[in-house]
Nanobody, 115 residues
Framework: VRLVESGGGLVQSGGSLRLSCAAS????????MGWYRQAPGKQRELVAD???????RYGDSVKGRFSISRDNVKNTVYLQMNSLKTEDTAGYYC??????????WGQGTQVTVSS
């Protein structure tokens, strides 16, 4: 599965961005889709993921500010990021978990939040 992220960029603190991730698979609806992030010198961490039924799960640091959604017609997962903070600055990576050990990563998109 090829994953292509878009929507990253530079935004001021308190602003918003929406990330998109397009997946090249006809079985998109069967994948658990997710967003992870990694800041310099830190481990990659889960931001949010969304199951095949559309239920989202969020990391504690983004609860109430970020929202994950999916469009099974467009084979795309979105991450709406509101009330951005400088500590949200990181590379953001899309993931597709097909189960049975299959886990795919996108190439990442940079999000930089300035104060």
């Amino acid at each position: 599965v090829r994953l292509v992220e878009s929507g990253g960029g530079l935004v001021q603190s308190g602003g918003s961005l929406r990330l998109s991730c397009a997946a090249s698979t006809d079985s998109f609806q069967y994948y658990i889709m997710g967003w992870y992030r990694q800041a310099p010198g830190k481990q990659r961490e889960l931001v949010a993921d969304i199951g095949v039924g559309g239920t989202g799960r969020y990391g504690d640091s983004v609860k109430g500010r970020f929202s994950i959604s999916r469009d099974n017609v467009k084979n795309t997962v979105y991450l709406q990021m509101n009330s951005l903070k400088t500590e949200d600055t990181a590379g953001y990576y899309c993931s597709a978990n097909g189960g049975n050990g299959e886990f795919n990563w996108g190439q990442g998109t940079q999000v930089t939040v300035s104060s």
